[in-house]
């Protein structure tokens, strides 16, 4: 009887493992045929099983036919990424089953390298190859303009490997446009950690986020610190570490960098603007003035290098004036009129800079103003007359009041 009862709980078992193994076989058949939904509802109930639920190969044959899916999806829509994501769950499931090894076993089959090229039936649908998926869908998304949905599929790729520079520089250019600014320096950071690979670009955007939409310059200034000592020529990061100086008002320091980047490049008019700043700020008018004008110099049509200078020798004219105004009524009488012809040299001067920045920048009413001021003040008349009619159209008839 015992021997009867032991044979009958051993045929019950066969039954059962052989009806797994069916349903196992079922659900490969549907993979292999591209019957996916038979093929998901039968590893469904296999991957549930006692029987089967804790061999790693039957969650790995449910992670390829997610993938399957994911791939047959076209829509591309948010439910095309959840499919995608449920696919990259039960790949690492299984890895985590197999012991995390990617070098035998089912962890090899999960790794195992997705070639381009390769026709749809010798794909290996393991993880790679639903990152390709992704990243395609990501390009596909991103050819139509739909931003949004290019970027989660970037980031999903990228989520399965961290080393694709392609990927992860595409999902964090995506995601700083888009203003998903965390994620933009998630992905952005992945890239710095990529041995060989240019970061140039990475640095930039990154200090650029810190600096201007997380108002954080001192941690800008640090990252542009750690990027300088891997690009210590680089010009752009130059003028960023300049700039951030400038923000933290480490005025000593901003000059000593100023000097040393022009050493490299001296006609970068940014740089010689901000040389000339600094002068300024520190008292050195003619220093300041120097820089302003060779900052035009090299580029006649650099506004700011004409609106600087322009600024600068009204500021020289008006305490020229304002120094003649206390002085003595007897010494007052010896040196108005020399002083007086001097600024107005200086106002003539600064007015060529000012029309050329004007020249520059037709519709700015701000040269607009101070032309009208410097013709008034040299009785140029018709001059001051053409330009208040400018004004006039610009800003209305009460434009003097504003």
Same mark, same amino acid.
């Given at each position: 009887?015992?021997?009867?009862?032991?044979?009958?709980?051993?045929?019950?078992?066969?039954?059962?493992?052989?009806?797994?193994?069916?349903?196992?076989?079922?659900?490969?058949?549907?993979?292999?045929?591209?019957?996916?939904?038979?093929?998901?509802?039968?590893?469904?109930?296999?991957?549930?099983?006692?029987?089967?639920?804790?061999?790693?190969?039957?969650?790995?044959?449910?992670?390829?036919?997610?993938?399957?899916?994911?791939?047959?999806?076209?829509?591309?829509?948010?439910?095309?990424?959840?499919?995608?994501?449920?696919?990259?769950?039960?790949?690492?499931?299984?890895?985590?089953?197999?012991?995390?090894?990617?070098?035998?076993?089912?962890?090899?089959?999960?790794?195992?390298?997705?070639?381009?090229?390769?026709?749809?039936?010798?794909?290996?649908?393991?993880?790679?190859?639903?990152?390709?998926?992704?990243?395609?869908?990501?390009?596909?998304?991103?050819?139509?303009?739909?931003?949004?949905?290019?970027?989660?599929?970037?980031?999903?790729?990228?989520?399965?490997?961290?080393?694709?520079?392609?990927?992860?520089?595409?999902?964090?250019?995506?995601?700083?446009?888009?203003?998903?600014?965390?994620?933009?320096?998630?992905?952005?950071?992945?890239?710095?950690?990529?041995?060989?690979?240019?970061?140039?670009?990475?640095?930039?955007?990154?200090?650029?986020?810190?600096?201007?939409?997380?108002?954080?310059?001192?941690?800008?200034?640090?990252?542009?610190?750690?990027?300088?000592?891997?690009?210590?020529?680089?010009?752009?990061? /130059? @003028?960023? #570490?300049? +700039?951030?100086?400038?923000?933290?008002? =480490?005025? *000593? $320091?901003?000059?000593?960098?100023?000097?040393?980047?022009?050493?490299?490049?001296?006609?970068?008019?940014?740089?010689?603007?901000?040389?000339?700043?600094?002068?300024?700020?520190?008292?050195?008018?003619?220093?300041?003035?120097?820089?302003?004008?060779?900052?035009?110099?090299?580029?006649?049509?650099?506004?700011?290098?004409?609106?600087?200078?322009?600024?600068?020798?009204?500021?020289?004219?008006?305490?020229?004036?304002?120094?003649?105004?206390?002085?003595?009524? /007897? @010494?007052? #009488?010896? +040196?108005?009129?020399?002083?007086?012809? =001097?600024? *107005? $040299?200086?106002?003539?001067?600064?007015?060529?800079?000012?029309?050329?920045?004007?020249?520059?920048?037709?519709?700015?009413?701000?040269?607009?103003?101070?032309?009208?001021?410097?013709?008034?003040?040299?009785?140029?008349?018709?001059?001051?007359?053409?330009?208040?009619?400018?004004?006039?159209?610009?800003?209305?008839?009460?434009?003097?009041?504003?």
């Amino acid at each position: 009887m015992k021997k009867l009862i032991l044979s009958m709980v051993l045929i019950g078992a066969t039954t059962l493992a052989f009806g797994q193994k069916k349903v196992l076989r079922e659900a490969e058949k549907g993979f292999k045929s591209g019957d996916l939904q038979t093929a998901l509802t039968a590893i469904d109930a296999a991957s549930t099983n006692p029987e089967t639920s804790g061999d790693p190969a039957t969650h790995l044959l449910k992670a390829k036919i997610e993938t399957k899916i994911f791939y047959a999806d076209s829509s591309n829509t948010m439910e095309t990424v959840q499919l995608g994501s449920a696919a990259l769950g039960t790949f690492k499931k299984a890895f985590d089953m197999a012991g995390g090894d990617k070098a035998a076993g089912v962890g090899k089959e999960i790794y195992e390298d997705d070639l381009p090229g390769v026709p749809d039936n010798l794909r290996p649908y393991s993880i790679y190859t639903l990152k390709n998926i992704a990243f395609d869908k990501g390009i596909e998304r991103y050819s139509d303009d739909d931003f949004e949905m290019a970027y989660e599929f970037f980031n999903m790729a990228g989520e399965i490997d961290l080393s694709d520079t392609t990927i992860h520089y595409n999902a964090g250019f995506l995601a700083n446009d888009l203003g998903k600014f965390e994620d933009a320096k998630r992905h952005f950071g992945y890239l710095l950690d990529v041995p060989e690979y240019n970061k140039l670009n990475a640095y930039y955007f990154m200090v650029q986020i810190l600096s201007t939409e997380e108002k954080n310059p001192e941690a800008a200034y640090e990252l542009v610190t750690k990027a300088k000592e891997e690009y210590p020529m680089d010009k752009v990061l /130059a @003028e960023y #570490e300049i +700039q951030l100086l400038l923000q933290l008002n =480490k005025m *000593d $320091e901003a000059m000593s960098q100023i000097n040393e980047a022009l050493a490299n490049d001296p006609n970068n008019t940014g740089l010689l603007l901000r040389s000339g700043y600094l002068k300024e700020q520190a008292g050195d008018l003619d220093g300041a003035l120097v820089d302003y004008k060779k900052s035009v110099e090299v580029d006649p049509n650099f506004f700011q290098g004409n609106f600087y200078t322009g600024a600068l020798l009204l500021e020289q004219a008006t305490k020229m004036l304002n120094a003649l105004n206390e002085l003595s009524d /007897a @010494e007052w #009488e010896k +040196q108005s009129e020399v002083v007086g012809k =001097k600024a *107005d $040299e200086i106002y003539k001067d600064a007015g060529t800079y000012f029309e050329q920045a004007l020249k520059i920048q037709p519709e700015n009413t701000d040269p607009m103003t101070i032309l009208f001021q410097i013709y008034s003040k040299l009785k140029m008349t018709e001059q001051a007359e053409a330009m208040n009619k400018k004004l006039v159209e610009k800003l209305g008839p009460n434009w003097m009041d504003n």
